[in-house]
C-alpha cells in the first residue's frame, strides 16, 4: 500500500529525515518510536503533505502512485488520514458542517452523491457515540476551545467518519488519561479491517497496549535504527532509546 | 495650503447649490435648513488631518460638482419589489431619492406612525433645531441643510409594532452629473414601545451621494432591533449618520452589513443618557476592488449601569480600504459602566487596507471597559487543517473567510437577510479567489 523508499526530508534548510524506507501493507500496523526531535512527526507531516517540509531525496508511493505529487487535498481525497498531534483550532466552522463537508468531498470524488444532513447527522451521532461524545460537539467550532483530550477524540472522530485507507496518527496519545486513551484506541481498533492500515506515531509504548502494532521501527536522528515487533517497544520501555541510540 | 483653497471652493460650490435650492421656493423645513448650512460653513470641510475623518480621504466627493434632484427619477414596482424582503412585503417605507414615495411604500399598517417631519411635534422640533446648531459631522449638516422633508415614525408608549418594518432607499444615478440625496428619518419610540426595522440602501446605477441622517429617540425601556444592509450601487458615495439617545432601560440592538462603494461612511453618535440603557453595534463589511467602507463610532456613557458592546469585522480584498474610529467616553458618575469593543480585520490582498482607532475615555472609577483591534491573514495552519480532510485549496479558504464573517451575520436576527448576505455579500469573494 505505501512504499517509502530512502527519503530524505528537511525544513529550514535543516536535513530532518536521512533516508527511510519502509513498506506497509494492506492489514497492517505500523508503530514509529522514537526520542523526541528523532524526526517522527516530520515523517507524519511529510506524508501528509505540509508545505514547510521539502523532500530533497527518495521517493513515496502510495498503491503504487508518485504520493509527493499530490496536494493535500488530493491525497486525503486519496484515502489518507492525518491525525495531528496538535490539532488546529478552527473558529467559526462548526464542527458537524465541516464533518459533512469533508466526507462530501469524497463522495463527490468517488462519483458518488452527496449524503443529506439528515443522514449524515444519523451516521455522525453513531460514530460519536462509539467515542463517548456528547451530542454539543456536532454544534461548536471545530476544536475551538476543546481540551486536549477532546480535541484527539475529535480527530479520530473525523478518521471514522472518512473510513481512510491508510491513517497516519501522530501522538495521538499524548495528553491524554488513561480512560480517554482507552476511548481513542478502541474507536481506533473497530476502525481496523484487513483493507485499511495504520501508523502510529508515538514516544509512549503505553499506547501499544491497546492498539497492537505488527512492526515496531525506532527513528533516531532521522533514520530507522531498528525494526522488530512488539516485543520491540517492551524492550524500549524497559530499557529506555538510549539501548537504540548509542 | 493647496488643500484649503481646494476646500474652500467645494464649500462655495455647495453654498451656491443651497441657493438654488432656496430659489425653488420655500421648504417647509427652511429654519432647520439655514440652521443646518450656517453650521456647515462653520465646520467647513474636513482638511486630511481632520480629527474625525483621519481615514476617510473626501478629496474626491467634495471636488465634484452636484446637482439638485430633478424629480424625474421613476423607480419600476419590479425593481422595489425585488428588494423588499419577503417577511416585509406589507410594510415597507420605499424612499426614492431621499424622498419617501408612498406610492411606492407599503404602509397601510403603520400609516398612523407616520408624519411628516415639518408637522413633528415641539420637542422634536426642539430636539431637531438642537441637534443641527450642535452638530459635530459636516456632512450631517449638509444632509439637514438641502433635506427639504423628512418623515417621523412615531410609536406610542406600550405599542409593539408587530412584525417587520422595512425602510428601502433607492437611489437612482444619473450618469449626466451627480446628485446628492439627503433622506431624513425621525424615530420617536415612547415608554416601554418595541420595533423592528431593517434598511436597506440600493442604488440603480452609480454617480449619486447618499446622504442620509437618523435619529432614534428612545423613551424609557423601549426596544429597537436595527439591522442595516448597505448594498449601493459601486460608482456612488454613502454617508450616514445614525444618532441614539437611550432613556432608562432602553435597549437599541443595530447590525450593518456593508459592501462597500467608492466611499461609505457610518458615523454612530450615541448616547446612554439614563441608567440601565443598553446599545449593541454590529457591523460587518465585504470589500473588493476599490471599495471603502469607515465605521465612525462615538458612545457617550453619561449614566451608571449602562451597557455598550461593539463588534465589526471586515474582510477586505483587492485594492480595499476600511477603518474604524471609535471611542467610548465614560462620563464622570457613570459607574459599573460594561463597555467593550472589537474589530478584526482579515486581509486577503497586499495592496487592501484597514485602519483602526480604538479608544476609551474613562472618567469614572468602578467600570468593566474593553477594547481590542486585530489585524491577520487566512491561518496558514487552519488552512492546511482543512486541506488534509480533502477540502480543496479554494474551498478550505472560502470556508475559513465565511467563518470569519458568520459570527457577526448570524447575529442578525433576520434569516432572509442573513440568506441574502451569504448569497451575494460572501459571493463576491468566491468570484474572486477564482
Known amino acids: 500500500m505505501l512504499e517509502i523508499k530512502d527519503l530524505h526530508a528537511s525544513v529550514e534548510g535543516n536535513e530532518i529525515l536521512k533516508g527511510i524506507s519502509l513498506s506497509i501493507k494492506k492489514g497492517e500496523i505500523h508503530a514509529v518510536m522514537g526520542p523526541n526531535g528523532s524526526g517522527k512527526s516530520t515523517l507524519a507531516k511529510i506524508l501528509s503533505g505540509h508545505p514547510s517540509y521539502e523532500v530533497t531525496g527518495g521517493e513515496i508511493l502510495f498503491e503504487g502512485k508518485n504520493l509527493l505529487d499530490l496536494e493535500a487535498e488530493e491525497r486525503s481525497l486519496a484515502g489518507i488520514f492525518m491525525g495531528f498531534q496538535y490539532p488546529v483550532e478552527v473558529p467559526g466552522v462548526n464542527n458537524a458542517e465541516f464533518l459533512r463537508m469533508a466526507f462530501n468531498a469524497r463522495r463527490v470524488k468517488a462519483d458518488e452523491e452527496e449524503m443529506d444532513p439528515l443522514d449524515f447527522d444519523e451516521l455522525l451521532s453513531e460514530k460519536m457515540k462509539m467515542l463517548k461524545m456528547e451530542n454539543k460537539y456536532k454544534e461548536r467550532s471545530l476544536n475551538d476551545g476543546f481540551s486536549g483530550g477532546e480535541k484527539k477524540k475529535n480527530e479520530i472522530l473525523q478518521m471514522a467518519i472518512l473510513e481512510p485507507k491508510l491513517a497516519i496518527l501522530d501522538e495521538t496519545d499524548s495528553g491524554l488519561d488513561i480512560d480517554a486513551l482507552r476511548i481513542v484506541a478502541e474507536g481506533v481498533n473497530s476502525l481496523r479491517n484487513d483493507n485499511n492500515a495504520l501508523i502510529l506515531i508515538t514516544h509512549y509504548q503505553r499506547l501499544l497496549d491497546y492498539i497492537k502494532p505488527d512492526f515496531v521501527h525506532v527513528i533516531h536522528q532521522g533514520k530507522i535504527v531498528k525494526s522488530g515487533d512488539k516485543a520491540l517497544a517492551l524492550e524500549l520501555e524497559s530499557q529506555g532509546y538510549d539501548w537504540v541510540t548509542t | 495650503m493647496t488643500d484649503t483653497l481646494v476646500e474652500s471652493s467645494a464649500e462655495s460650490a455647495f453654498l451656491d447649490l443651497h441657493k438654488k435650492l432656496l430659489e425653488q421656493g420655500r421648504s417647509a423645513l427652511a429654519e432647520l435648513q439655514v440652521t443646518a448650512l450656517s453650521r456647515f460653513e462653520e465646520l467647513g470641510f474636513p482638511h486630511s488631518k481632520h480629527e474625525m475623518y483621519t481615514f476617510v480621504n473626501t478629496k474626491g466627493l467634495v471636488a465634484t460638482s452636484f446637482s439638485l434632484p430633478d424629480g424625474s427619477a421613476s423607480v419600476s414596482e419590479d425593481f422595489v419589489a425585488s428588494h423588499i424582503y419577503p417577511d416585509c412585503k406589507d410594510q415597507c417605507l420605499v424612499f426614492i431619492d431621499g424622498v419617501f414615495d408612498r406610492g411606492l411604500s407599503r404602509c397601510e399598517g403603520v400609516n398612523s406612525n407616520l408624519m411628516p417631519l415639518s408637522e413633528a411635534d415641539e ?80 442604488g440603480t446605477e452609480g454617480g449619486y451621494f447618499i446622504n442620509s441622517v437618523q435619529d432614534w429617540l428612545l423613551a424609557e425601556g423601549a426596544g429597537v432591533s436595527y439591522t442595516q444592509v448597505q448594498m449601493d450601487s459601486i460608482g456612488s458615495w454613502h454617508f450616514s449618520k445614525v444618532r441614539v439617545y437611550l432613556n432608562r432601560n432602553a435597549r437599541f440592538h443595530s447590525s450593518n452589513a456593508s459592501s462597500g462603494n467608492q466611499l461609505a461612511r457610518h458615523h454612530y453618535e450615541v448616547r446612554l443618557k439614563e441608567e440601565g440603557s443598553e446599545i449593541r453595534l454590529n457591523g460587518v463589511s465585504v470589500l473588493d476592488d476599490k471599495e471603502q467602507v469607515h465605521n465612525f463610532v462615538r458612545i457617550h456613557h453619561e449614566a451608571p449601569q449602562c451597557i455598550s458592546h461593539q463588534h465589526f469585522k471586515n474582510i477586505v480584498n483587492g485594492h480595499a480600504r476600511s477603518s474604524f474610529d471609535g471611542t467610548v467616553i465614560v462620563c464622570q458618575g457613570a459607574q459599573l459602566t460594561s463597555a467593550d469593543q472589537l474589530v478584526n480585520n482579515l486581509m486577503l490582498s497586499n495592496d487592501c487596507h484597514a485602519n483602526n482607532k480604538p479608544n476609551l475615555m474613562i472618567f469614572a472609577d468602578d467600570v468593566k471597559c474593553t477594547h481590542g483591534v486585530t489585524v491577520g491573514q487566512i491561518d496558514e495552519g487552519q488552512w492546511f487543517y482543512l486541506q488534509t480532510r480533502g477540502l480543496s485549496a479554494k474551498a478550505a479558504k472560502e470556508l475559513l473567510t465565511r467563518s470569519f464573517a458568520k459570527s457577526i451575520i448570524e447575529t442578525i436576527e433576520f434569516p432572509e437577510v442573513v440568506e441574502e448576505l451569504n448569497d451575494t455579500l460572501l459571493k463576491k469573494l468566491e468570484a474572486r479567489n477564482d
Request: net charge negative; glycine share 6%.
Open chain 2, 123 to 202: 420637542e422634536v422640533k426642539a430636539y431637531l433645531s438642537e441637534t443641527a446648531e450642535n452638530e459635530n459631522d459636516v456632512f450631517a449638516s449638509l444632509s439637514t441643510a438641502f433635506c427639504d422633508e423628512g418623515l417621523v415614525f412615531k410609536v406610542e408608549a406600550n405599542t409593539q409594532i408587530s412584525g417587520t418594518v422595512q425602510i428601502l432607499f433607492v437611489s437612482t444615478g444619473n450618469t449626466a452629473g451627480s446628485v446628492m440625496h439627503t433622506p431624513r428619518i425621525v424615530w420617536q419610540l415612547g415608554k416601554l414601545s418595541e420595533i423592528k426595522v431593517i434598511e436597506k440602501f440600493v
